[in-house]
């Protein structure tokens, strides 16, 4: 996904691998193992590499979000998506259902602001009102306090998608392959 959205930028830009990883500080091979899948940037990474092809971070991510109204896919600005998933600023003449991509990552995105709040004791949305009272802006603040801290919806997106791209290799590190029937011997053992 990050690799192809790379290597998408970098001919658009006409830069060739090598040009890439020297204006990201990095080496030719790394920029191939990222296009080819092999390895995924870390957010710092990515970050350099986005300033690298004069892009915003978040065009590296996939985020292809729209929402349907009668059934008719359109695209609305990332701003009034958040605002339609957080079901505030919402026409009251439409019905509007958010589609990230499907329900299970519209319930991942729910999932990660429950961790945001269990991490950082509150998440609340807020907006951002022009002078006839339309949401022109959604912003997060994260925490409590003085450690209070601001989260855009493309940096919460961001995040969701660096999440999702990292926890099979976190999953293939903590998971047990062994056979169930020894699993489960070794759980009857443990209640003995």
């Not at 259902?97 to 319930?107: C, E, H, M, V």
């Not at 660096?162 to 998971?175: M, P």
């Amino acid at each position: 996904m990050i690799g192809d959205n790379i290597k998408k930028y970098r001919n658009q830009k006409g830069l060739t691998q090598k040009q890439l990883a020297e204006k990201v500080g990095c080496a030719t091979g790394t920029i191939q193992q990222y296009e080819l899948g092999k390895r995924q940037p870390r957010i710092e990474q990515s970050q350099k590499i986005a300033d690298a092809l004069s892009i915003p971070l978040s065009y590296l991510f996939d985020v292809q979000i729209g929402y349907e109204e009668n059934k008719t896919e359109y695209k609305k600005p990332l701003i009034e998506i958040i605002s339609d998933f957080l079901r505030i600023g919402s026409p009251p003449e439409t019905s509007l259902s958010l589609k990230f991509g499907n329900d299970t990552q519209d319930a991942a995105i729910t999932g990660l602001i429950s961790i945001l709040e269990e991490l950082y004791g509150k998440v609340e949305a807020k907006t951002v009102h022009d002078k006839d009272n339309k949401i022109i802006g959604v912003y997060f603040v994260i925490g409590l306090g003085i450690s209070k801290f601001i989260l855009s919806p493309e940096n919460l997106l961001i995040l969701y998608n660096v999440t999702s791209s990292n926890i099979k290799t976190l999953v293939d590190t903590l998971k047990d392959t062994r056979n169930e029937n020894i699993i489960i011997n070794e759980i009857r053992n443990k209640e003995q």
